[in-house]
């Protein structure tokens, strides 16, 4: 045990980091074991596409939580794999529209068995006394009542923390 997991909850953020990324590291095996060139950085915006489409890319952004420049860096990579295109929207050329293509389609083909397996993987892992996706969906529930920052000033403005 690290000191990052000595300091309980002050390091929640980096833990949730931490199992992110070796959950993400694994999700590149399992591509990899089922021959897929696909990175697992892509697969909000794959994924999302592949129900939502076209879609802006503000409202691409907002779907899948991400911020505007996060966003365009993963659409930038993604057409230059040929993955989705992006046109002009018609009736506002401010506007840029993703969606598909062809190969991004048949990426998604391959990779539906995949999520199954995946899927199954990760019911596995979250089945636990705490279920961990309920705890997300309710601090995440949490968060849209009184962000983090939020509650912080509220201590802040009531202990003697903000006195010195």
Known sequence: MGIIDESGI???ATRLQ?????????????????GIDFEPKWFPVIYTL?????????ELASEIGYSHPSTISLLKELERLKIIISSKDKTDERKRLV???????????????VWEVMTLATA???NT???LMKAIEEVEQQMEIQSFYQRAKVIMAESDLNKK
Do not use: C, F, W
């Open 10 to 12: 002050l390091a929640i």
């Open 18 to 34: 931490r199992l992110a990324e070796r959950m993400r590291k694994d999700g590149a095996h399992i591509y990899q074991a089922y």
């Open 50 to 58: 592949n129900y939502k489409t076209p879609m802006s890319v503000v």
């Open 99 to 113: 969606q598909l293509t062809a190969r991004g389609k048949s990426i998604i083909i391959q990779m539906k068995p």
């Open 124 to 126: 596995q892992l979250i």
């Open 129 to 131: 006394r705490n279920n």
